[in-house]
């Protein structure tokens, strides 16, 4: 299915002592006017290279594979794509919650300071996305495109402009081609259907843009998860062919009926052989006395015409591999960094082991190539429609929350007065904005005192095992706070002795 691993490390090994020994030797062959046209040597192309198997790659697409690539294709197509810019030389209005910007954003485009970013809600990249071509909408290209990542360790996106109007199409990597100039230098691509009989579309390079996983053996290369976790693939492939021809090729009988002996001369003790028509008579007959769930438990009387009946089916070997398929399914969803529990397999597994694999799915899987893809798009794609400085695209990041955490930490924050009333209202009830709420509850109490007092502290100086009085001393009532006659309510504190 996939060319092995080794010959490739064997391949890259004997092409860069090549390349070596001609720079060596003078030799006029590694003569490039810069690094990369050095590092694509003579014999590939940095996207050639480890693309020979593209097109049997997206066959394997299917069983374990696919279980195991759906979540992550799934998550990132449903995340939403942003646009900042930042913002030199003056400070933006204050950030709103949902204007949060994920921190990698922060430190590499605004120095650490967020007040230099504002979000752009209204964009020409933003409406191309939505909607970028006539055949799909933004999350069947996200899709597409992770799946090819996953797959193939490289992502195409054709960026061509119809009418003015410029599209976005995720194509697959066995139809795009290199091509390249007598120096070698790649000048552009070649896109190509599987099945076209021409030459295939000639594509500027502006038009293409480019995004791979890093091979670590090959800077001009890509390293696909799918190729780098081949043999569990393969394993699991193999099991699930072998259960496949054992119920193609398997007999499976139920139930064997033994008939009676036959006695007198010309039986013999031997029992009789029966014509076609007789066999389907007697399965006939026991299938209307005995057939059925109704008539589940009841009990077959043997005489001489029917001696015994058991069950003769067994379990087939080939067909259960119980422990090897586990193990091969474990390690296809640890090359890609899935959790068994985030594919559906939740058997055993409890309400806090599912939130923390949920958890490590987030921040070890998703939020990582999220931020590839957005660095890639910020760099390569964005251009494409606004050639202004300082325009960045992410993927927000995504974010698991335990609910009842959640819940226990509002109704902490709520009961502390650290969040108003509104504020926990809306936080974790759902309700709508009540400015009318806009007060705290006074620790410790159901008093609630104004969203602009403070609560009344004790008096400086006091002896720590004598209270102090919040009011003037002289036994009268002193109200903590009010809201401008609104009635909210009070809490009273006489002096005490």
Known sequence: MFESYG???EDDR???YALCLRAATGGQDVSASSPVDAMQGGQGSFQQRGMGTAQEQYRNFRGQVYTTIRPIAQTIAGQPIRLARRVEGKRRRPIDGDEKFPDWVVKSYADGDPTKLEPIEKHDFLKTLAVPNSMQVDWMLIYSLVCSLELTGWGFLWCPKTKGKRELWAVPTNW????RDQAKRLIGWRLKPDGSLDEGTPVPLSEMVVFNYPNPADPMAALAPLEANSRAAIIDQYIEEAQKNGFERGIHPRMAVFLGETTGKLGGGKAPRTKSWQRNQIRARINARLRGVGKYGEHIICDRYVK??????NKIAEMDFPESAKMSQGRVSRGWGVNPTITGDNDG????????AEDGFARRTINPKLTLLSRCATARLLPLFDSTEGLIVY???LEVSDPQLRASALKTALDKGTITVNEYNKAALGMADDPTRNYF????TVTAYGADAKPVDDEEGDDDETPAASGS???QDDPIATDDGEGIATEEQGGSE
């Not at 597994?349 to 923390?356: D, I, K, L, P, R």
């Open 7 to 9: 010959n490739t490390i």
């Open 14 to 16: 004997a092409r860069r």
């Open 176 to 179: 795009v081609t290199a091509v």
């Open 308 to 313: 015994d009946v058991r069950p003769i089916t």
């Open 349 to 356: 597994v409890n309400y806090a082991q599912a939130t923390v």
């Open 395 to 397: 993927w927000e990041p």
């Open 441 to 444: 509850l006074r620790p410790s």
């Open 473 to 475: 001393g002289d036994g």
